[in-house]
């Protein structure tokens, strides 16, 4: 048995919510995925222009910075499975607004609402992946991420085959949202159902981000930027700078998804061997060395590989940083919100930035500043030191200790 908040937990209880646990993760992804190989469609069926496109989905970082915060006190009162079924399903079906956009305006509102659902989502799921690490007393963050990696890949596979095909991104997004809706409340089922202590205080309905979240989300804001702009910008990359055909730009975000998904789910490994330091710096090398790669293509080929390295190199960074935030205190789901309210803005404003420079510059220069930012995870690596510390002291052992189930 083990125990977490004073409820006990038997060990396949606790394996059995790992898999449930990976497979939101998964379902998570293919959402994403899905949605960034379409972003060139959805541009064109809006009738935006590249400054529109990214002030559209600016919305998307102001939904999810106004929903994030929420996360913990959703949690606290339905408790851990409820509230995930419920968010998950929210995020599923927001797939489908994006593409039904025919201007300007709606295209915010959609993106604002997919901003705030996913979230939302991101936060329960990530808060339950760390007591689930817990009750394991083992790495497993990293593994979680890379079957987020690998739904994303799914989703951005299914999303290039329909660009190939030129399928209407609305018919293509109602289909995916619903067999992924049900995909999630399925897995849900076997989540553990984590409620807070009778004695325990609920977190603000409103909770901003703690101190300790501030220095890990910056880390996190490098590699989140980057990997922002590689999914949203990848597939236009490719077609306004390089002239490439639809299927190949496409083509382009699956094998960036690709990369992460195999560095993330070897990651546990690579870091319990040589630590999250050492690991995220050489992510940092790897991942300017592809920015340069794609500032400097002259070749289709040439750009496809340093999307690729680049996300190789910013895989494991997010993970190792819910992971120390999770770990950090006593309240998973608050730490949690403060650090992905940093990073996953970061992530949901680097599209409109992007584009801002990309209007008065071109996209060429806007990677360049991912480039400068890749270069933040070399310097700033450090501060997860302190994270591994304190996960070392909270920690808790598996404990054989009899008692009911919750």
């Not at 399925?186 to 981000?209: G, M, N, S, Y």
């Amino acid at each position: 048995m083990s125990q977490v908040g004073g409820a006990i937990h038997a060990p396949s209880q606790v394996r059995r919510s790992r898999y449930a646990v990976a497979a939101v993760f998964a379902v998570h992804g293919a959402v994403t995925g899905s949605f960034a190989t379409r972003v060139p469609w959805i541009q064109d069926h809006a009738g935006v222009s590249t400054g529109q496109l990214g002030f559209a989905l600016a919305f998307t970082a102001f939904g999810a910075a106004c929903a994030m915060p929420l996360a913990g006190s959703v949690t606290h009162r339905f408790g851990s499975r409820t509230a995930l079924r419920a968010l998950l399903a929210l995020w599923t079906l927001s797939l489908t607004l994006p593409a039904l956009a025919p201007n300007l305006l709606t295209l915010c509102l959609a993106m604002f609402t997919y901003g705030a659902s996913a979230g939302m989502a991101d936060v329960a799921m990530n808060a339950l992946g760390v007591e689930v690490e817990r009750l394991l007393d083992r790495s497993i963050m990293s593994g979680l991420h890379g079957m987020w990696s690998a739904g994303a890949l799914v989703g951005s596979a299914g999303g290039t085959l329909a660009a190939h095909l030129g399928a209407d991104a609305r018919v293509h997004h109602v289909l995916a949202a619903g067999v992924l809706t049900l995909l999630g409340l399925l897995a849900c089922r076997w989540v553990l159902d984590l409620r807070p202590a009778e004695d325990e205080e609920p977190p603000p309905r409103f909770a901003l981000p703690p101190r300790s979240a501030l220095l890990i989300g910056a880390v996190g804001f490098c590699a989140v930027f980057a990997e922002g702009a590689s999914l949203d910008w990848s597939a236009v990359y490719l077609r306004d700078e390089l002239a490439s055909s639809a299927a190949a730009a496409a083509a382009c975000t699956t094998g960036f998804m690709f990369t992460m998904a195999v560095a993330r789910i070897a990651g546990d490994a690579v870091v319990n061997r040589f630590g999250a330091v050492r690991t995220v710096r050489a992510g940092g090398v790897l991942a300017a060395v592809g920015g340069l790669l794609i500032v400097l293509a002259g070749h289709p080929a040439v750009a496809m590989g340093g999307f690729g390295l680049m996300g190789l190199g910013i895989a494991v960074v997010v993970p190792l940083c819910f992971a120390a935030a999770g770990h950090s205190g006593p309240n998973p789901s608050q730490a949690i919100a403060g650090v992905a309210t940093i990073t996953y803005t970061s992530g949901l404003i680097a599209p409109s930035l992007i584009g801002g420079v990309a209007q008065a510059t071109s996209l060429v220069v806007s990677f360049g500043v991912v480039t400068l930012l890749a270069c933040g995870l070399v310097l700033f690596a450090g501060v997860l030191r302190s994270g591994e510390r304190t996960r070392a002291k909270v920690s808790p052992q598996a404990a054989a200790v009899p008692g009911p189930r919750p």
